[in-house]
C-alpha cells in the first residue's frame, strides 16, 4: 500500500495525501488524512477512511462524493487514477441515503430516507414503501417551489425509522401493509396515503397561488428533476422538500384493489389541480367534482364523522315487509312554472299524496282518496331535483316528469327534513324505475339525511344559527369543494342546492367508486393531461406554448390559447436534442420536421417528458410488472447517461 | 283437441316454411318452379319458428294470429303453388332439420325491415280456464327443454320494415336487447350480418329518426311510443352507426388547425386506427372528440334559427355566451346527456324552415309529441352533423359503444381479421341481456370491464361462420336467457294463453276448442273495463305494461306504409272465416276475408290473401275431419 518511506522519513514511493472530509458537505467537518498513490482502489481508500475514523458504525451507506465533479464514487475497484482523483479533490465521505421531505400529490409531507447517489431509486423504492402503489414510473419528483415567505409549519409524517423487509413484496397485515403497523403514527401515515383528505380551508384555498394563464402554467414544469441524475448531483440537500407528483397523465391499469394509495394519490392530484384551477372546468363539471368530493352514501359516511347525526329512527314506510310500500301524506304542491319566491309558500296547494310503486297521485283531500286522482304521473324516466335550503327550512323536489306531449314540472313541499329524506328516496327510485321495496331505499334515504346534515351545520346558512347540539365542525362548506373563481361566483347558499343536485347522481358511490369516477372525469376534460412549455419555434420570432400529452404535441398560441397544430407521437420518427443550443429537434412522418428551443424549461425537461410517454407507451403490448428501466433511461436520458 | 290443434299446428309450421322459403327466393328474379323442396323448407320453418316458440306461451290467440297475417304477407303468389304442394308432400316432415344450404345469397338483397309493432303483452296464468285453443300454440314443438321463464315475462309482437318494403313480425322479449333482435333479423333474413345493420327507429309526426344502440332494451323503447302512434322500426343498414370505429382518424384528428371543410376523409393505416381506438376507448376514460364550432339553434316553439358556438365535451354540450370566450370558464351548459336521445332530424328544412338539412334533435325519449322540450339544432354540412351525433352517442354511451361495436364485428363473421389487429382482448361481449338499461351510463362512469377471454370472439364469430353457411339449427344461436323455448308447465295444461290480458277478460270464457276450431278468442277488446281500442296503426304497450294491448288483430300496417300485411283478424272474426273459407280455397282466391273485418287496415297483396284464404281452408278441412 501507498506510503512507504526512507528512514528519514521521506516517502519513496508516488503518494501524496489524500484529504477526506466526513459528513455531508459541510466544509467544517471532521476530515482524515490519507496517504495513497494513484493506484489505490477506491474500496482500499473506504477502508483506510473508516480505520482513521476509528468509531464503531455502520460504514455501510457511506461513499465517497467528490464535490468538483459532483460525482459519487461508486466504483470500488476503480483507481484513484482512473476517477482521475488527484491531491486537491474535495471529498466527502457520508451516505448515500439522507433525510427528505416528501409532499405527497395529497400535500401531506412525508419524512423518508431517499438514496441521494441512484437516480431512480428514489422513485423505484415507492410501490415498496406505500405498497398499493403499482406503476412508479408515472411519477416523479419536483424541487420545492421558491418561498417569498413562511408558510405555516405542516405536520410532517415520519417514516425513516421504517425498515423494509427486503425484496419481497410487503405483507399486508391489519389491512395494511405490515411495516405501517408497527406503531399508531405509521398506522396514521397509511391512513393519510390511502384515504381522501377532509376538503381544505377555503381561506387557504383562496390564498394558494393560482395560475391565471399558459404562461403561468408553464412554471410548475421547470422544477423537475432529472431522473438520470441522483439527488445529489442536482443540489438537493438532506432535510430538503421535495414534491412528489404524477408526472405522465397515462395512467396504466388503475385498479382499485390493488392499488388503494395510487388511486387516492391521484385523486388527490386531480382534486388540487381543479381547486387551483391548474385545469379549467365548467359549471357543471365544477358541482361534479364538488359532489364527489363529498362524504356521503354508504360506502363513504363513516370517512367524514357524520355518524352522529343521522337520524335513523323511522325510515322505513311500512313496518310489514310484505306489503307494497307506499307513501301517503299531506303536501304541497306546485305546478306549472316556478314557484315564485324563495321561501314563501306562495302558489302553493296542499293535497293527499300517495306515492305507490313509481306513481305518484294526488287528489283533493284524504277523503277523495280511492276515486280519481286529480292527476297521476308516473316517475319513470323523470327528472329528480332537490331544491332545498336547510337553514330556510324549505325541503322541495321539483320533479319533471316526461310524458309523450312534453316534460311536466311539479314542485313537492314537505314539512321536515324526515318527510323529505323519505319522498326523495321514493322519487329516485322510482325516477329510475325502481320502487320503495328495492333494498336501496333506506339506504338512500340515509344518505339524503346525512347529506342535508352536512349542510345544516356547513356554510349553507346564512346567519341562521346550526340546529341542534350534534352540529359540530364538520359540516359542509361548500367553498373548500370548488375553486376559488366559484366562491366569487356564488354565495354558498348556492352553491349548495347545486352540489346537492350532483350529488344526488353520486350518493350511492362507494368512496373508491366516487374517487375513481372523480378521476374519470377529470380525464374527461378537453385540457386533461397537458404540460405545458413556452418555447420558441425555430423560424418564429415570438414565443409560444408547446403542450405535451401522453399521445400528442400542440402549439398553442400564447395570447390567445389557440390550438395551431397537432402532431402525434404515433407518427413521430424521431427526436433529437442538440444540447449546445438548446433546441430539440422533432421529425414525423411525411417530412414534417420541428424544431424549437425551450425558454421556460431546460430543453432535457422536454425530452425527458418525450421519451418518458414515448417510454409509457411501450408497457401496453410488454403488459409485465417488470419495468425495462434501461429503457426508460434511454429514452429519457441525455447523452450523458451514456 | 289434441289432435286436432297436432294437425293445425303442423299445418302452421308448414306455411312458416313455405314463407320462408318464398321470401328466400323473393329476391331471385326468376323463381324456378316450385319445386318444393321440403327439407330446405323446414329448415326454415324452424328458424322462424324459434322465435315463436319462445314466447308461444305469451301470446295471445290474436297476436298469433298478427305473427301469422304478417308473416304470411311475406309471400307471393308463386309461393303459393309451393305451398299446396306441401300441404300434401310434405306434412309430417316439419322436424327434419335438413342442412341443406339454400340460395342464400339471394335473400341478402332482400332486406328485411321489420315493423311492427305489436302487442302482445301478457301475463301467462297457468290457472287459467282452457283458452280458447289457437291450434297454432299446440303446434308439435319440440320437447320443450329449457326450464320455464319467469312466467310474468311480455312480450311484443314487434313488426320491423324491411329496406324492401316488406315486413317482418318477430316476437321481441322484454329483456332482449338490440343486439339480440338483430341477430334474430340476421337469421330470418340470411342477410350479410356486417355491422352496419341496425334497428332504426323513425318518428314520422316529430320527422327524427335515430338507431337502436345495440345495448338498448327495444321493449323499454317501445313501451314510450304511444299506443296511436306511428312511429315503425326498421331493419337496414348505416354506416353511420359504427363510422368512428371505422375511421376514428375522421372524428378525432379532426385538426382544428386547419380550419377547411375538406370532405376527404383522411387516409389511415389500419395500426395507427388501432391504436387510435385503442387510446380513445381503452383508457381509464373515454375520449369524447373534440368537437365545437358554430350551429344553429331552434328557438323554442318558433321556426326561427340561431347561430351559436357549441361545443362537445364529455359532460355535455355547452355554447359560448355573448361576448364571452370558449374558455371552460365561461361556458354555458346548453344540454346533459343523461335524459335526452339523439336523433337526426329530417326535413327540418322544410318543417321548421331549418338553414339546412343536416339536423341533429335531442329529446327525452318519452316525448312523442312536439314540445318545447325538444332541441333541434342544424348544422352546416353532413360531415360535421356526424361528427357531432357521433360525438354525443360517444358522450352518452362511452365504452359502452365500443363494445357494442366489437360484438357486432364479431357477429359480422370478421373475428380472424379482428384477431390479426390484435385487438381480440379486448373485446367484451355484451352481457346477457337485461331489461335495465345498464348499458347507458355516462362514459365517466365508466370503468374499465375485465378483460373477457378472446375465446369468446371466437365463439361468437364461429358461430357467426356456421350461421352464415345456413348450417346451423336455429335453436342453438340464442344464448341469451331471454329466449325461454317453452313455458313447459303452461304447455302441459295445453291451454294457451288465453288471449286475456287482464283477469277481467278472463271471464269471456272461451269457447271449447271442439266446437270451433279456430277458436274465438275472447275479443280482447271486449271487456267492460276496456273500451275497444281504436285500431292503432301501431299498436304499442303503454310504458308500464299494465293497460291492455291494443286490439291485436288490427295492429299491424302503419298506414304510410302500403305494403304490409294486414294484421291477422281479429280473432272473433275468425268463426267467421272459417266459414267463408272453403269458397275462398278455391284459386284465385278471393279478396282476403281479412279485409272484410272490420277494422283491419286494407292492402295485403293479393298473393297474401290468397295464401291466408288457403289457410282457413285448411284449417276448415281439419276441423272437419276433427268434428
Not at chain 2, 370532405?263 to 389511415?268: A, D, G, Q, R
Not at chain 2, 365500443?402 to 381480440?424: E, I, P
Amino acid at each position: 500500500m501507498a506510503g512507504m518511506k526512507t528512514a528519514s522519513g521521506d516517502y519513496i514511493d508516488s503518494s501524496w495525501e489524500l484529504r477526506v472530509f466526513v459528513g455531508e458537505e459541510d466544509p467544517e467537518a471532521e476530515s482524515v488524512t490519507l496517504r495513497v498513490t494513484g493506484e489505490s482502489h477506491i474500496g482500499g481508500v473506504l477502508l483506510k477512511i473508516v480505520e482513521e475514523i476509528n468509531r464503531k458504525q455502520d460504514w455501510s451507506d457511506h461513499a465517497i462524493w467528490w464535490e468538483q465533479k459532483r460525482q459519487w464514487l461508486l466504483q470500488t475497484h476503480w483507481t484513484l487514477d482512473k476517477y482521475g482523483i488527484l491531491a486537491d479533490a474535495r471529498l466527502f465521505f457520508g451516505p448515500q441515503h439522507r433525510p427528505v421531505i416528501l409532499r405527497l400529490p395529497n400535500r401531506r409531507a412525508l419524512r423518508l430516507h431517499a438514496s441521494f447517489s441512484n437516480p431512480r431509486t428514489v422513485i423505484l423504492s415507492l410501490p415498496q414503501l406505500f405498497s398499493g402503489i403499482r406503476h412508479p414510473e408515472e411519477l416523479s419528483l419536483l424541487r420545492k417551489k421558491k418561498k417569498k415567505e413562511k408558510e405555516p409549519e405542516e405536520e410532517v409524517y415520519d417514516l425513516t425509522q421504517v425498515v423494509l423487509a427486503g425484496g419481497v413484496a410487503p405483507v399486508l397485515f391489519r389491512g395494511m401493509p405490515a411495516h405501517f403497523s408497527d406503531s399508531a403514527q405509521t398506522e396514521a401515515c397509511y391512513h393519510m396515503l390511502s384515504r381522501p383528505q377532509p376538503p381544505p380551508d377555503p381561506l387557504l384555498l383562496q390564498h394558494l397561488p393560482r395560475p391565471s394563464s399558459l404562461v403561468d402554467k408553464t412554471q410548475l414544469h421547470s422544477r423537475w428533476l432529472d431522473s438520470s441524475r441522483c439527488l445529489m448531483q442536482q443540489g438537493v440537500k438532506a432535510g430538503d422538500m421535495l414534491w412528489l407528483r404524477f408526472k405522465y397523465y397515462s395512467f396504466f391499469d388503475l385498479d382499485p384493489k390493488t392499488d388503494p394509495v395510487r388511486l387516492t394519490q391521484l385523486y388527490e392530484q386531480a382534486r388540487w389541480d381543479l381547486l387551483l384551477e391548474e385545469i379549467d372546468c365548467t359549471e357543471e363539471e365544477m358541482m361534479v367534482f364538488a359532489a364527489l368530493q363529498v362524504p356521503g352514501g354508504p360506502g363513504r359516511l363513516g370517512v367524514a364523522g357524520v355518524r352522529a347525526s343521522i337520524p335513523l329512527t323511522p325510515l322505513l314506510p311500512q313496518d310489514s315487509l310484505t306489503a307494497i310500500p307506499e307513501l301517503k301524506d299531506h303536501l304541497r304542491i306546485f305546478r306549472d312554472g316556478s314557484p315564485a319566491g324563495e321561501l314563501t309558500l306562495k302558489g302553493y296547494r296542499q293535497y293527499w299524496v300517495l306515492f305507490k310503486e313509481t306513481t305518484l297521485s294526488y287528489y283533493k283531500s284524504q277523503d277523495e282518496a280511492p276515486g280519481d286522482p286529480i292527476q297521476q304521473l308516473n316517475l319513470k324516466g323523470c327528472e329528480v331535483v332537490p331544491d332545498v335550503n336547510v337553514s330556510g327550512q324549505k325541503f322541495c323536489i321539483k320533479l319533471l316528469v316526461p310524458s309523450p306531449e312534453g316534460m311536466s314540472e311539479l314542485y313537492l313541499r314537505c314539512q321536515d327534513e324526515q318527510q323529505y329524506a323519505r319522498w326523495m328516496a321514493g322519487c329516485r327510485l322510482a325516477s329510475k324505475g325502481r320502487t320503495m321495496a328495492d333494498s336501496s331505499y333506506a339506504s338512500e334515504v340515509q344518505a339524503i339525511l346525512a347529506f342535508l346534515s352536512l349542510q345544516r351545520t356547513g356554510g349553507g346558512g346564512s346567519g341562521n344559527h346550526p340546529q341542534g347540539p350534534d352540529a359540530s365542525a364538520e359540516g359542509l362548506n361548500p367553498y373548500g369543494l370548488v375553486a376559488p373563481r366559484f366562491q366569487r361566483k356564488f354565495k354558498a347558499k348556492q352553491l349548495t342546492p347545486r352540489i346537492l343536485e350532483a350529488h344526488q347522481n353520486v350518493a350511492q358511490l362507494s368512496l373508491t367508486e366516487a374517487q375513481l369516477r372523480f378521476i374519470q372525469a377529470w380525464q374527461s376534460l378537453p385540457d386533461f393531461g397537458i404540460s405545458y412549455f413556452m418555447v420558441r419555434f425555430k423560424g418564429s420570432r415570438k414565443d409560444e406554448i408547446l403542450g405535451i400529452a401522453n399521445n400528442r404535441l400542440i402549439r398553442i398560441d400564447l395570447a390567445v390559447g389557440d390550438v395551431v397544430k397537432t402532431w402525434r407521437f404515433s407518427n413521430m420518427r424521431q427526436w433529437n436534442v442538440n444540447w449546445d443550443i438548446r433546441q430539440v429537434a422533432i421529425e414525423f412522418d411525411e417530412h414534417i420536421n420541428v424544431a424549437f428551443s425551450c425558454v421556460s424549461a431546460s430543453c432535457r425537461i422536454v425530452h425527458e417528458y418525450i421519451g418518458g410517454y414515448i417510454f409509457l407507451s411501450t408497457r401496453e403490448r410488454a403488459r409485465g410488472e417488470e419495468l425495462d428501466e434501461d429503457l426508460f433511461l434511454q429514452l429519457t436520458g441525455g447523452h450523458e447517461a451514456f | 283437441m289434441g289432435e286436432s290443434s297436432d294437425d293445425i299446428d303442423q299445418m302452421f309450421s308448414t306455411l312458416l316454411g313455405e314463407m320462408d322459403l318464398l321470401t328466400q327466393s323473393l329476391g331471385v328474379d326468376t323463381l324456378p318452379p316450385p319445386d318444393p323442396k321440403p327439407p330446405r323448407a323446414e329448415f326454415n320453418y324452424s328458424v322462424g319458428f324459434k322465435d315463436l316458440n319462445e314466447s308461444l306461451n305469451a301470446l295471445e290467440d290474436q297476436d298469433l294470429d298478427a305473427l301469422m297475417a304478417d308473416l304470411v304477407a311475406d309471400i307471393s303468389e308463386a309461393e303459393q303453388r309451393t305451398i299446396q304442394a306441401q300441404k300434401e308432400s310434405s306434412q309430417n316432415q316439419h322436424h327434419s332439420a335438413s342442412t341443406e344450404a339454400s340460395n342464400f345469397s339471394g335473400a341478402a338483397s332482400l332486406g328485411y325491415g321489420a315493423n311492427v309493432t305489436a302487442t302482445s303483452v301478457s301475463q301467462y296464468v297457468d290457472d287459467l280456464p282452457p283458452p280458447p285453443a289457437d291450434p297454432v300454440l299446440d303446434l308439435p314443438l319440440p320437447p320443450p327443454p329449457p326450464p320455464p321463464e319467469p312466467l310474468s315475462q311480455v312480450s311484443l309482437v314487434v313488426k320491423v320494415h324491411m329496406d324492401d318494403n316488406s315486413t317482418k313480425s318477430l316476437m321481441v322479449d322484454e329483456r332482449q336487447l338490440a343486439r339480440d333482435v338483430l341477430d334474430n333479423l340476421f337469421e330470418k333474413t340470411h342477410c350479410d350480418c356486417n355491422v352496419d345493420w341496425c334497428l332504426y327507429e323513425i318518428y314520422p309526426e316529430l320527422q327524427i329518426e335515430r338507431f337502436f344502440e345495440d345495448h338498448e332494451n327495444v321493449v323499454e323503447v317501445l313501451s314510450d311510443w304511444t299506443r296511436d302512434t306511428e312511429n315503425k322500426v326498421l331493419f337496414l343498414e348505416k354506416e353511420e352507426k359504427y363510422a368512428v370505429f371505422k375511421n376514428p382518424q375522421n372524428f378525432y384528428l379532426n385538426n382544428k388547425g386547419k380550419k377547411e371543410g375538406k370532405e376527404t376523409n383522411e387516409k389511415m393505416n389500419a395500426k395507427n386506427k388501432e391504436s387510435l381506438l385503442e387510446e380513445s376507448f381503452c383508457g381509464t376514460s373515454v375520449i369524447v372528440p373534440e368537437l365545437e364550432g358554430a350551429l344553429y339553434l331552434k328557438e323554442d316553439g318558433k321556426k326561427s334559427w340561431k347561430r351559436r358556438y357549441f361545443l362537445l365535451r364529455a359532460s355535455g354540450i355547452y355554447y359560448v355566451p355573448k361576448g364571452k370566450t370558449k374558455t371552460s370558464r365561461d361556458l354555458a351548459c346548453f344540454i346533459q346527456f343523461e335524459n335526452v336521445n339523439i336523433y337526426y332530424g329530417i326535413q327540418c328544412k322544410m318543417k321548421y324552415k331549418a338553414p339546412t338539412d343536416y339536423c341533429f334533435v335531442l329529446k327525452h325519449p318519452q316525448i312523442q309529441k312536439e314540445s318545447q322540450y325538444i332541441k333541434y339544432l342544424c348544422c352546416d354540412d353532413a360531415r360535421t352533423l356526424n361528427q357531432w351525433v357521433m360525438g354525443i352517442r360517444i358522450a352518452k354511451y362511452g365504452k359502452t359503444l365500443y363494445d357494442n361495436y366489437q360484438r357486432a364485428m364479431a357477429r359480422a363473421g370478421l373475428a380472424s381479421r379482428w384477431t390479426s389487429l390484435g385487438t381480440v382482448n379486448a373485446v367484451t361481449p355484451a352481457q346477457p341481456c337485461t331489461g335495465l338499461k345498464t348499458g347507458a351510463t355516462q362514459p365517466n362512469g365508466q370503468i374499465p370491464q375485465a378483460v373477457h377471454a378472446a375465446s369468446a370472439v371466437l365463439e361468437e364469430a364461429q358461430r357467426q361462420a356456421e350461421t352464415a353457411k345456413e348450417k346451423r339449427p336455429a335453436p342453438g344461436n340464442h344464448r341469451e336467457p331471454a329466449a325461454p323455448r317453452a313455458h313447459p308447465a303452461p304447455r302441459a295444461s295445453l291451454p294457451p294463453p288465453p288471449p286475456v290480458r287482464r283477469s277481467s277478460d278472463t271471464g269471456g270464457s272461451p269457447a271449447p276448442p271442439d266446437d270451433f276450431l279456430p277458436p274465438p278468442p275472447p275479443p280482447p277488446l271486449g271487456d267492460a273495463e276496456l273500451p275497444p281500442p281504436p285500431p292503432p296503426e301501431l299498436a304499442d304497450s303503454p310504458p308500464d305494461f299494465v293497460p291492455p294491448p291494443p286490439p291485436p288483430p288490427v295492429l299491424a300496417g302503419d298506414p304510410g306504409s302500403a305494403l304490409p300485411p294486414p294484421p291477422p283478424p281479429p280473432p272473433s272474426l275468425r268463426p267467421e272465416c272459417a266459414g267463408p273459407s272453403p269458397t275462398v280455397a278455391k284459386r284465385p282466391p278471393m279478396p282476403p276475408k281479412r279485409h272484410d273485418n272490420p277494422g283491419l287496415p286494407a292492402g295485403g297483396g293479393s298473393g297474401e290473401q290468397d295464401f291466408m284464404s288457403d289457410l282457413m281452408k285448411a284449417l276448415q278441412k281439419k276441423r272437419g275431419n276433427m268434428s
